[in-house]
């Protein structure tokens, strides 16, 4: 099915999904519409404009591939499948997944992973191909980031604040993350090859959507960040 939604609000164009039998569905001129693909299992949707708020928020299983820009909250709570972001992202993105993946060419506002989890065998995973902003991974509980700096010019693979509340999970930044500041309640280190060999399939993916060589992006030095579980919640305050 072939959707122009430039007249459509977000309601009628989730409902005309729902109803199609078809499993492939594009979209085009798409021009912010919130919460696009929420909550759908078993469709293939791309994208072609700029997808609104909660794109494919509580996603269940369908990939989304969208060919611009996104807003925030990209993959709120999403259960599973896979979003596909031919751009840049808004803030929030990945808010509580608990399962499925991410991909994203360009960067990504702030706090990308909040409160992400593992969910029993659902490991949510996160690739973000720029840089990101403050509080990337705040009270992250699970899953794995990827950030990779690819794009960005001069400014930090990540702003301030990151991993704060971190509880669970992984986050790996390539870069030595010099002068970054991160909390108490987390470790951070130059990732081995056998970590770095954990996030090969991810990265791989990133570049069969997007271009690029895993080999030549690996080999550099990734930072992981892992929490403290004897010191979880010591900083909570960025003050303190």
Not at 12 to 22: F, L
Not at 139 to 151: D, E, R
Request: aromatic share 8%.
């Amino acid at each position: 099915m072939e959707l122009n939604v430039s007249q459509m609000g977000f309601s009628e164009v989730n409902e005309q999904m729902r109803q199609t039998a078809d499993s492939e569905i594009t979209l085009s001129g798409c021009i912010g519409q919130r919460f696009l693909a929420a909550g759908t299992s078993g469709k293939y949707v791309r994208i072609h404009g700029i997808a609104g708020n909660a794109l494919g928020a509580y996603l269940n299983g369908s990939v989304i591939e969208t060919f611009g820009n996104a807003q925030d909250a990209v993959g709120d709570t999403m259960n599973g499948g896979e979003i596909i972001v031919h751009g840049s992202i808004g803030d929030a993105a990945g808010y509580a997944m608990r399962g499925g993946k991410i991909f994203v060419q360009g960067n990504a506002g702030y706090r990308a992973g909040i409160h992400m989890k593992a969910y029993q065998d659902k490991v949510p995973v996160m690739v973000i191909g720029g840089r990101t902003g403050s509080f990337l991974g705040e009270y992250q509980a699970g899953g794995i980031i990827v950030v990779l700096g690819l794009s960005g010019g001069e400014r930090p693979i990540v702003s301030n604040f990151p991993c704060t509340g971190m509880h669970g999970g992984k986050l790996f930044l390539r870069s030595e993350c010099a002068g970054i500041h991160f909390p108490h309640q987390v470790h951070h280190r130059i990732a081995s090859a056998e970590e770095l060999a954990e996030i090969r399939s991810y990265v791989e993916e990133y570049c069969a959507h997007f271009g690029g060589s895993a080999d030549e992006i690996l080999n550099v030095p990734f930072t992981l960040v892992t929490p403290d579980s004897g010191n979880p919640y010591k900083q909570m305050n960025v003050a303190n």
